[in-house]
């Protein structure tokens, strides 16, 4: 293969896609700590329907808790792949801290489910509840990459002890 067709092929590679993927980590924890520190406006942006609700004091008070236990969940989530994105691009890729971090990853989405799933039905706001949705199918995903790098883990093992 000579010509266009050998540099289309160096334009990318691992490298620059766990570049990439580390890259969108950190800016996801920027856009995390600017809905922190932007937390009552987001609020009051999300409850402005319900200006002549008797209960929209609790019901603030109850969104902000809610995002600030999801932010805490979210930057758990985001440290942990930052870190097992860093194991990656070192080659360290089927070892037992990156199962682990899976597994904490999973426990952040599972736990953010675990709160917004119910707390958008009692609130009645739709995107609560379907954050929650999308948090605990991820947590599935996760879940199952993690088993799977857990079987290869121990397939891994084998492997260099028959060497």
């Known amino acids: 293969m000579t010509g266009p067709e050998k540099t289309n092929l160096r334009l990318w590679d691992d490298r620059k896609s766990i570049a990439l993927s580390r890259f969108s980590t950190l800016c996801m924890g920027g856009i995390c ?20 609700s008797a209960a929209l004091g609790a019901l603030r008070a109850g ?37 682990a971090a899976l597994g904490r990853i999973s426990w952040c989405c599972a736990g953010a489910a675990f709160l917004c799933t119910p ?33 290869a883990v121990v397939m891994k093992d084998e492997l260099d002890l028959t060497v």
């Open 63 to 99: 969104l902000l808790a809610l995002g600030y236990v999801c932010a805490a969940l979210a930057f758990a989530m985001l440290y942990n792949l930052y870190r097992f994105l860093g194991r990656v691009a070192a080659g360290a890729v089927f070892v037992p801290a990156n199962v």
């Open 33 to 52: 700590i600017l809905m922190l520190f932007n937390g009552p406006v987001l609020v009051g942006w999300a409850l402005r329907d319900y200006t002549g």
């Open 119 to 151: 707390a958008g039905l009692v609130l009645r706001l739709p995107f609560v509840f379907s954050l929650g949705l999308c948090a605990g199918f991820m947590a599935l995903i996760v879940r199952v990459i993690g088993n799977a790098f857990r079987q």
